[in-house]
């Protein structure tokens, strides 16, 4: 399971956020890691869309593997792959969407 950084501690720049408490160096961290965990699995795809907002990680996971698989199927295996590895701090992941390069394009047009 994914742990803090050595020198780090949560109670370390604590802010309030609407609803619950953010750590900005944890949520630093945090996408760092999901990134990480999301370049592991998806071999090859684009995790530049992932980031902070808020207190939470959110965005977007361009991959062209996610073609064969329906937006539901996209939204379950990018969910699994990361609360798995995260354990209790998967509940400052949001949502991840998972797109194709072809619909990143498509969008853009």
């Known amino acids: ?6 020198g780090r501690s949560l109670d370390h720049n604590v802010r309030v956020g609407p609803r619950w408490l953010a750590w900005e160096p ?17 071999e090859g795809c684009d995790v ?13 996971v ?7 698989l ?4 996209r939204q379950e295996l990018i969910t699994d ?4 590895a995260l354990g209790g701090y998967g509940v400052y992941v949001g949502i991840l969407i ?3 390069p072809e619909e ?3 969008d853009a047009a």
């Open 62 to 68: 361009v991959w062209d593997g996610f073609g064969r």
């Open 1 to 6: 399971m994914w742990q803090l950084p050595s």
């Open 48 to 60: 530049s869309g992932v980031a902070d907002h808020h207190g939470r990680v959110l965005g977007c």
């Open 81 to 84: 792959r990361v609360r798995r």
């Open 70 to 73: 329906d937006h539901e199927a």
């Open 104 to 106: 990143t394009h498509a």
């Open 26 to 42: 944890l949520v630093e961290t945090l996408v760092e890691r999901v990134r990480a965990l999301l370049a592991n699995a998806f």
């Open 98 to 100: 998972g797109l194709t």
